[in-house]
């Protein structure tokens, strides 16, 4: 650190930041003379394991839902922070790769997903990757670009907002094996769908909910697409209406369990 005591400005060469077994380098420069510090400074951190930085995520935007643990793989960090102290700035991307989470059954919060096209339900997700672009600031953080790969699930992808409160507004979109109710319906099992939803709620109690309207007009565009001739794909997409129609007039509503007496 070079710091000059005249003009109350600094600078920090590229060093190594250790935090067990996890090192980033860290460079950049600093201003105390005004009424609020400023800094201005990078941080790049390659497959760092994860376990060494759970405490460090929601700096990054990403924030575990309740219950929910982060288990093995590796966290990469890009990122540059700038401004005053108190309205700092900071954008970047990140990465876990090889991970699994625990304690969060993921397939069950996507009940309507999963119901449509049969993502299994378990409590334990291996992710292959899960990557962003982030910026962060007093108003809240941005997520864009975001990538998630699970085998189990499929690809998840899209962008959104976490507000200063920890609320989410996230559009996403889901490509998955057509499976469950969908593939009874339009009778195309095996078949990619891409199923369009909301990630809304809070980051510590996230919900999921299907846009239907997307995904039956999704459907339809594949079909109206098909060039094996204007008739077959008018009597192909009166099929796959009436299938999207039906399977949400007969979709199963969810209940309350029942109350125990005695």
């Given at each position: 650190v070079a710091h000059d005591l005249k003009t109350r400005r600094g600078n920090v060469a590229k060093s190594?930041?250790?935090?067990?077994?996890?090192?980033?380098?860290?460079?950049?420069?600093?201003?105390?003379?005004?009424?609020?510090?400023?800094?201005?400074?990078?941080?790049?951190?390659?497959?760092?394991?994860?376990?060494?930085?759970?405490?460090?995520l929601?700096?990054?935007?990403?924030?575990?839902?309740?219950?929910?643990?982060?288990?093995?793989?590796?966290?990469?960090?890009?990122?540059?922070s700038s401004g005053p102290m108190d309205a700092l700035s900071t954008s970047g991307s990140v990465k876990i790769e090889g991970a699994k989470r625990t304690g969060y059954n993921l397939g069950s919060k996507l009940r309507v997903i999963q119901d449509l096209v049969g993502i299994p339900l378990s409590d334990t997700t291996e992710i292959q990757t899960a990557a962003t672009k982030f910026a962060t600031s007093n108003a809240g953080t941005t997520l864009s670009e975001i990538l998630f790969l699970a085998p189990s699930i499929g690809q998840l992808s899209g962008d959104g907002v976490v507000?200063?409160?920890?609320?989410?507004?996230?559009?996403?979109?889901?490509?998955?094996?057509t499976g469950g109710?969908?593939?009874?319906?339009?009778?195309?099992?095996?078949?990619?769908?891409?199923?369009?939803?909301?990630i809304l709620g809070t980051a510590a109690d996230p919900s999921f909910k299907a846009d239907v309207k997307a995904l039956a007009n999704e459907k339809l565009q594949q079909v109206v697409k098909n060039p094996e001739g204007a008739l077959?794909?008018?009597?192909?997409?009166?099929?796959?209406?009436?299938?999207?129609?039906?399977?949400?007039?007969?979709?199963?509503?969810?209940?309350e369990p029942a109350k125990q007496i005695g």
């Open positions: 190594t930041l250790k935090l067990g077994s996890a090192s980033a380098t860290i460079a950049g420069d600093y201003n105390l003379a005004g009424k609020s510090a400023t800094v201005n400074a990078t941080v790049n951190g390659p497959k760092m394991p994860v376990f060494e930085l759970l405490t460090f929601p700096v990054f935007g990403m924030e575990l839902p309740t219950g929910a643990k982060l288990e093995g793989g590796t966290f990469s960090v890009d990122a540059t507000g200063p409160q920890h609320v989410l507004d996230f559009k996403m979109k889901a490509v998955v094996k109710l969908l593939a009874a319906a339009l009778q195309q099992r095996g078949e990619t769908t891409t199923v369009p939803f909301f077959k794909n008018a009597k192909e997409a009166v099929k796959t209406f009436q299938g999207i129609r039906d399977l949400f007039r007969k979709a199963p509503k969810q209940t």
